[in-house]
């Protein structure tokens, strides 16, 4: 069945990266966007930017400008999501979800991302 | 891009219908009939409830029905259930940047 599995938690300092995977399996990779969605403890959720499996392009929000690299690898069937210079604002749980005409209708099970000194 | 305006919260007996709104602009909702509806109940994924503004997902309960007029899309619970208490977020293709709605809580009474 088609699947979405992430990577799992992390705990962080302030300043440091953190790089999150989502592995997708069930139907065929490049064919279709793959989105990161974030939601802070309490709050709703926030789009972050997209990737194009099949040729590596991305988008993401101006907020995340310089912040937040997103990467594939096709011969395993992963995207990548890695943020910079993270703060305490950054804790939320990340969820990878993929497109299929305009609607997100697969999520990954989300992966933790705690911030803190 | 700002966000798309819910009700923070609606509330309903059981069997009772009801309705949440998503009020965005004439570049998102108004313009394209791609809203979707996400259903999230606490420490679980969003799940696909509606998408492009009225068409159910295969195993969705026809209980969920989606609708829009103008720029404000809407969902509607109908025959209210326990176990649609959960936080419910649209979502209005608007080119870059995806914006999702501001969320609503649901509480059945």
């Known amino acids: 069945q088609v699947q979405l599995v992430q990577s799992g938690g992390e705990v962080k300092k302030p300043g440091a990266s953190v790089r999150v995977s989502c592995k997708a399996s069930?139907?065929?990779?490049?064919?279709?966007?793959m989105h990161w969605v974030r939601q802070a403890p309490g709050q709703g959720l926030e789009w972050m930017g997209w990737?194009?499996?099949?040729?590596?392009?991305?988008s993401h929000t101006q907020k995340h400008q310089g912040w937040i690299t997103m990467s594939r690898d096709t011969s395993i069937n992963t995207v990548y999501m890695e943020l910079s210079s993270l703060r305490s604002d950054d804790t939320a749980v990340y969820y990878c979800?993929?497109?299929?005409?305009?609607?997100?209708?697969?999520w990954g099970q989300g992966t933790t991302v705690t911030v803190s000194s | 891009q700002s966000a798309l305006t819910q009700p923070a919260s609606v509330s309903g007996s059981p069997g009772q219908s009801i309705t949440i709104s998503c009020t965005g602009t004439?570049?998102?909702?108004?313009?394209?009939?791609?809203v979707s509806w996400y259903q999230q109940h606490p420490d679980a994924v969003p799940k696909l409830m509606i998408y492009d503004v009225d068409k159910r997902p295969s195993g969705v309960s026809n209980r969920f029905s989606g609708s829009k007029s103008g720029s404000t899309a809407s969902l509607t619970i109908s025959g209210l259930q326990a176990e649609d208490e959960a936080d419910y977020y649209c979502?209005?293709?608007?080119?870059?940047?995806?914006?999702f709605g501001t969320g609503t809580t649901v509480t059945v009474l």
């Open positions: 979502y209005s293709y608007a080119g870059n940047p995806y914006v």
């Open positions: 979800a993929r497109e299929s005409g305009s609607r997100m209708d697969v």
């Open positions: 990737i194009k499996p099949d040729n590596g392009a991305t």
């Open positions: 069930g139907y065929i990779f490049t064919d279709y966007y």
């Open positions: 004439s570049s998102d909702v108004g313009r394209f009939n791609l």
